[in-house]
């Protein structure tokens, strides 16, 4: 199994899909001839050459649109968009088109394309260029959400979502392309739906997807060394559908819960989490679940400002040792 | 066009014409609800474009008054009106309504409710066809008012840029559901917005069909020889007013009298009958028989069908899970 940064991992499954099917292209922004901002799509316009691999004007919510209505007719659209903030302006086409044509035409439509985005804070970026905004897809009817924590699940999960008929959103975070990791030799295809144990425990789940994994195996670390607390840490990789099953078992097993994530507390993933711990492990929990979220303010240029908007492993550690009246 | 093709157009329109004004009648029955959005006035619109292109071959696209459009494609005119009823023998299934009649099988890609929605979804079909080098082009049928929308422009500069085979048709009935087209548009000739993008342009008289023929063909030979896409702006106007809940406060009845000494209907009908190729008789026989089909098979079978399964709700929110396991569960390789 090879080390892999999280950006080479997404290449080469593009890479390995493009070369099987001759109907799978991508698309976005400076993704071709610049090779893609994030070098997601580094060196594959000279490989398959315009036709697949197009650079798009900017002009998001029409390219988004111009590759669903390709995807009806069999093609497979691999659709970046270079920031999750302009994904605003996509919504439209991803959200009225990709998401429902398939139900509003009883079926006989479908819109088998990937929305790949990246999301979060990163450095300094502001207001407008630091949105988390998976808990929008992952309220919407007819798309698949899934967001990565490592370079195995960025390279497995794009594998799957394309060759899935139903249009799939992989939300990926700015900060994370440099992460290096084990990606298996051999072809892997990641589940889309479900979760992973990263971490067993027995005292608290710490649930969170994305980034908030690293923070939450962190402060497990922390709680394991410093504290005698064993936490176990459960990656959310799918939003949409969320493993409800997966939640209960850890949960049934930990008794109490900490939800994490970037984004901020209001309608926020951890919010729909909650909501299952609710209807799933009410019984199940000595104590009132706890969500660790982002202040609830655009995001600030400053780097203090910044850095105190948003939760980190000391936040998560803070948490639980509350939960446990140890603070 | 043919005396034979002209005829069996007349006979097609008269389909259209009838089709709508019975769903009007459905409608105020409540047996149609929601929104719904009438075709009569503009016929020779879809008609002569569709004439001079390839109804079930090539691809066509549209907004929320599509039930002509469907059904010129090849749709069925019985599981059309079962949609707009509502029931599980409908063009959709009763899942989309009036304003999301699909037939993929003729390849008539949808009718779609956010203006000017379907402009980039064209564009995309007719990369796919690029893609896959086939022959059949992709049509877009919208209205003026679309071309407000920021998808109109976005979707004009790829098409033209990628030489995509669209065929873009504006169907110009003056209205932006009930603003006049000078009060909200600064250019009223939509086909002089599109000279910017470098994309070719026609406007023709969208009453009459023969004219509306031509100016198709025109446009269709330009975009299937691979030249890119085409735009054509045809004037016509829309009787009904935008949908149902709406009075027509906006403009006169002499305006819209005006308009109706144009009917496109019975601009075909009278040149056939100067032609000699058909009496006034003939044409009151020919109604009579359309309204009989209408009645009697298409709203029968509308009314006598059943209604979806409330068990079934979910069933096409994703695709057959069964279909899909291999990418949900990791057990694929």
């Known amino acids: 199994m090879a080390e892999m940064m999280y950006w080479e991992a997404i290449r080469r499954a593009h890479d390995e899909e493009m070369a099987r099917d001759p109907l799978v292209i991508c698309m976005g922004e400076d993704i071709g001839v610049a090779g893609g901002t994030y070098k997601a799509t580094k060196g594959l316009f000279e490989k398959y050459g315009p036709l697949r691999v197009m650079d798009t004007p900017i002009s998001e919510n029409s390219y988004t649109g111009l590759g669903i209505g390709a995807s009806f007719l069999g093609v497979r659209p691999i659709i970046e968009i270079m920031s999750v903030n302009f994904a605003w302006l996509a919504m439209d086409q991803m959200f009225n088109s990709a998401a429902k044509v398939r139900y509003m035409s009883g079926g006989q439509l479908t819109a088998p394309v990937v929305f790949r985005s990246p999301g979060g804070t990163a450095h300094q970026l502001g207001a407008q260029h630091s949105a988390r905004m998976e808990k929008v897809f992952m309220g919407i009817a007819g798309l698949r959400v899934v967001t990565p924590s490592n370079p195995r699940q960025a390279y497995g999960l794009l594998k799957s979502a394309v060759r899935c008929d139903d249009p799939v959103f992989i939300n990926e975070h700015e900060l994370m392309y440099n992460m290096k990791g084990p990606v298996p030799d051999a072809e892997y295809f990641h589940p889309l739906e479900g979760s992973e144990i990263t971490r067993s425990g027995t005292d608290v789940t710490l649930l969170g997807y994305n980034i908030s994994v690293h923070w939450n195996l962190k402060a497990a670390e922390i709680l394991d060394k410093q504290y005698g607390i064993s936490a176990e840490v459960v990656d959310l990789y799918s939003l949409a559908p969320l493993d409800r099953a997966g939640i209960r078992q850890s949960v049934a097993k930990t008794h109490r819960a900490v939800v994490v994530g970037e984004d901020e507390a209001p309608v926020s993933v951890a919010s729909e989490v909650i909501a299952i711990l609710n209807e799933e492990c009410f019984f199940d929990l000595d104590a009132a679940p706890v969500r660790i979220n982002s202040a609830n303010v655009p995001q600030p240029y400053n780097h203090t400002l910044e850095m105190a908007t948003i939760p980190n492993h000391e936040s998560v550690v803070r948490a639980v040792l509350k939960l446990f009246g140890k603070a | ?333």
């Open chain 2, 1 to 333: 066009m043919k005396l034979e093709d002209k005829k069996r157009v007349l006979r097609e329109m008269v389909v259209h014409r009838r089709f709508e004004e019975r769903c009007y009648q459905a409608y105020i029955e409540r047996k149609i609800g929601g929104f719904l959005h009438l075709y009569p006035g503009q016929e020779a619109c879809c008609n002569g474009v569709m004439e001079a292109a390839r109804p079930g071959y090539d691809y066509v696209i549209t907004g929320y008054r599509d039930h002509v459009h469907a059904i010129k494609c090849g749709a069925d005119p019985k599981a059309v009106m079962a949609e707009l009823y509502g029931k599980e023998t409908g063009s959709s299934k009763g899942r989309g309504g009036s304003m999301h009649i699909f037939d993929a099988q003729h390849h008539f890609m949808g009718g779609y409710a956010l203006v000017g929605g379907p402009f980039p979804l064209a564009a995309g079909i007719a990369k796919a066809i690029q893609l896959k080098g086939g022959d059949e082009i992709a049509i877009c049928f919208l209205g003026d008012a679309a071309n407000n929308q920021g998808t109109f422009h976005e979707t004009l500069n790829m098409a033209a840029l990628w030489k995509l085979p669209v065929l873009f048709v504006c169907e110009n009935n003056l209205y932006g559901i009930g603003t006049a087209i000078e009060r909200s548009t600064a250019v009223v000739h939509q086909h002089k917005r599109v000279c910017g993008y470098g994309i070719e342009a026609a406007e023709c008289d969208g009453q009459d069909i023969e004219k509306v023929y031509e100016a198709a063909k025109l446009a269709v030979n330009h975009v299937r020889s691979g030249k890119g896409p085409y735009f054509l702006e045809l004037m016509t106007y829309r009787y009904r007013g935008h949908s149902m809940s709406d009075a027509r406060g906006y403009r006169t009845r002499e305006e819209e009298e005006e308009w109706k000494q144009r009917d496109p209907i019975y601009l075909l009908r009278d040149r056939l009958i100067a032609e000699k190729a058909m009496t006034m008789a003939d044409y009151e026989a020919l109604e009579k028989e359309v309204d009989h089909y209408i009645e009697h098979e298409v709203v029968k079978f509308a009314e006598e069908s059943p209604e979806p399964r409330v068990e079934e709700l979910e069933k096409y929110v994703l695709a057959e899970r069964a279909t899909q396991m291999p990418w949900l569960t990791g057990q694929a390789a």
